[in-house]
């Protein structure tokens, strides 16, 4: 694989970038305006109701937070000018055809100019309403590959998927396709339109009855979701649409050079803009301040596990340079895995170490300004082993005030359901994340590392767009920036 300098490419180019206020697609564009600022232009589609808030999104959401503070330096007092001539925020909606764009002038230039379209736009809830999920991650994706298919000067469509489209597979997991009616149990019969048709009927079904409302709806659409994804071998909602995303994209495709990105769980920058940026709380990242403050005393998962993470800033370089890879390329369809497992491994037992040692060095302070104590925290290494702790320790208690709130007449009644939504909560959670807690997988990434190379022969460009994770000491990268970074997250 050999191609130009990627600096170059990106001048003078037009792309496109849905869910351009989402986490992934903030660091995207700060990157892209940092390197080369003489991008032609980057549209950005926002959900909102008019341009007017689709650039308030945007000021809002992207440019006030922290992660433009190196630009905001660079460019001063002239920010504004700069951001106002490079990028368009865009009002518009994946889940209609041509985007749901209403300014038909705008739709006509969008057509003539776009080089490249980046799809990151995604709904990452496990257990998301089955209805939201499909028209988000599998026909939006369909939706976002037309559009992309009217552009007159279209050089590639970058889709971004997840690793875990390949479900509970053990194994090594290799950077290949998945085909439109394929199934990960063998279960026969997978369409997508049917599955539509599914959510239609359902909807209909639930909003008959009379004594339905939003949350009965909305209860019945994520078990429809579920019920869908384990028929086909997928553990949850999000997985399983992504995966259909990625056939239905496949399958229409044509000439249309595509790149389709497989992060796995990505956490908090390594480098830039600075070290430690995050938003949300990631699938570790919620046992590590659940420990932190003191709520969390043990933890579920295989202490001999390898658990695939990589900062955010190298899924976009990975982004960034298989866009200039592939771009013009006719009817290619190549898949990215980007992840840790199997360059540089990352064993659960490391997320004790770090936690405990940072905590004991930096305690959490409560609000009455007493520091949280952590001690060595417990491993749960089964889900027999976890439920008999949550028997023993949450649920006979709970059977306890139960019987004493009978007998004292309902005078324990707020703290009797207090106490067991936490725990159904905790339940759910657990059920929803126990593939990722046990997984056995390892994502092969020859054809990352084939990019790897390949960016390595242009010299100083390695340094700008790193993302190799073997240079990453994941003791250091956790106890030095990740935690730090989601702490201080937490006190924004």
């Given amino acids: 694989m050999e191609f130009g300098s990627i600096v170059d490419f990106l001048e003078n180019k037009v792309i496109l970038i849905t869910g351009a206020t989402g986490f992934l697609a903030k660091i995207f564009v700060e990157k892209i305006l940092r390197v080369q600022p003489n991008v032609k232009k980057l549209y950005l589609l926002v959900r909102a109701p008019d341009a007017t808030a689709a650039l308030q999104r945007f000021n809002t959401e992207a440019v006030a937070k922290d992660l433009f503070k190196v630009l905001k330096e660079k460019h001063g007092t002239n920010l504004q000018k700069f951001l106002s001539e490079k990028v368009t925020p865009v009002a518009g909606d994946i889940t209609f055809e041509d985007l749901g764009l209403q300014d038909p002038s705008l739709k006509v230039e969008m057509l003539r100019d776009i080089d490249v379209v980046v799809n990151i736009a995604a709904t990452t809830n496990f257990d998301e309403r089955y209805d939201v999920a499909l028209a988000l991650n599998t026909y939006g994706a369909k939706y976002v590959l037309n559009f992309a298919k009217k552009c007159a000067n279209i050089k590639l469509l970058l889709h971004v998927s997840t690793a875990y489209v390949s479900g509970e597979k053990p194994g090594l997991i290799l950077e290949t396709p998945y085909y439109l009616g394929e199934s990960l149990n063998g279960t026969s019969g997978l369409d997508i339109d049917e599955e539509r048709k599914i959510v239609q009927e359902k909807l209909k079904e639930?909003?008959?009855?009379?004594?339905?409302?939003?949350?009965?709806?909305?209860?019945?659409?994520?078990?429809?979701?579920?019920?869908?994804?384990?028929?086909?071998?997928?553990?949850?909602?999000?997985v399983f649409t992504k995966a259909l995303g990625e056939m239905i994209i496949g399958h229409l495709k044509g000439d249309m050079p595509v790149v389709i990105i497989?992060?796995?769980?990505?956490?908090?920058?390594?480098?830039?803009?600075?070290?430690?940026?995050?938003?949300?709380?990631?699938?570790?990242?919620?046992?590590?301040?659940?420990?932190?403050?003191?709520?969390?005393?043990?933890?579920?998962?295989?202490?001999?596990?390898?658990?695939?993470?990589?900062?955010?800033?190298?899924?976009?370089?990975?982004?960034?340079?298989?866009?200039?890879?592939?771009?013009?390329?006719?009817?290619?369809?190549?898949?990215?895995?980007?992840?840790?497992?199997?360059?540089?491994?990352?064993?659960?037992?490391?997320?004790?170490?770090?936690?405990?040692?940072?905590?004991?060095?930096?305690?959490?302070?409560?609000?009455?300004?007493?520091?949280?104590?952590?001690?060595?925290?417990?491993?749960?290494?089964?889900?027999?082993?976890?439920?008999?702790?949550?028997?023993?320790?949450?649920?006979?208690?709970?059977?306890?005030?139960?019987?004493?709130?009978?007998?004292?007449?309902?005078?324990?009644?707020?703290?009797?359901?207090?106490?067991?939504?936490?725990?159904?909560?905790?339940?759910?959670?657990?059920?929803?994340?126990?593939?990722?807690?046990?997984?056995?997988?390892?994502?092969?990434?020859?054809?990352?590392?084939?990019?790897?190379?390949?960016?390595?022969?242009?010299?100083?460009?390695?340094?700008?767009?790193?993302?190799?994770?073997?240079?990453?000491?994941?003791?250091?990268?956790?106890?030095?920036?990740?935690?730090?970074?989601?702490?201080?997250?937490?006190?924004?």
Wanted: proline share 5%; glycine share 6%.
């Fill in 206 to 238: 639930v909003k008959s009855d009379q004594n339905a409302n939003d949350n009965s709806i909305k209860i019945a659409m994520k078990k429809l979701g579920m019920e869908r994804s384990n028929h086909y071998g997928w553990p949850n909602t999000y």
């Fill in 262 to 492: 497989r992060p796995t769980i990505v956490t908090s920058t390594y480098k830039e803009p600075f070290p430690g940026w995050v938003e949300g709380i990631r699938t570790i990242d919620s046992l590590v301040l659940g420990y932190g403050k003191g709520k969390l005393t043990c933890f579920l998962g295989d202490p001999e596990a390898v658990y695939d993470v990589v900062p955010a800033d190298m899924v976009v370089n990975t982004m960034i340079a298989s866009i200039a890879a592939h771009a013009n390329q006719t009817s290619c369809e190549t898949i990215y895995h980007v992840g840790s497992s199997v360059s540089n491994p990352f064993q659960f037992t490391t997320i004790q170490r770090c936690g405990y040692l940072y905590f004991t060095e930096h305690p959490w302070i409560e609000k009455d300004g007493k520091a949280v104590i952590v001690g060595e925290v417990k491993v749960l290494n089964s889900m027999v082993s976890f439920h008999r702790y949550i028997a023993l320790r949450y649920l006979l208690p709970l059977q306890v005030l139960q019987f004493v709130n009978f007998i004292s007449c309902q005078a324990f009644a707020g703290t009797y359901k207090n106490l067991k939504r936490k725990i159904t909560f905790v339940l759910r959670l657990v059920d929803l994340y126990k593939p990722y807690l046990f997984t056995k997988c390892f994502y092969d990434d020859m054809n990352t590392e084939k990019l790897r190379i390949a960016v390595r022969k242009m010299g100083d460009e390695e340094n700008i767009f790193y993302f190799d994770p073997r240079i990453l000491n994941w003791a250091d990268y956790f106890q030095k920036i990740h935690i730090p970074g989601l702490r201080h997250r937490e006190f924004k």
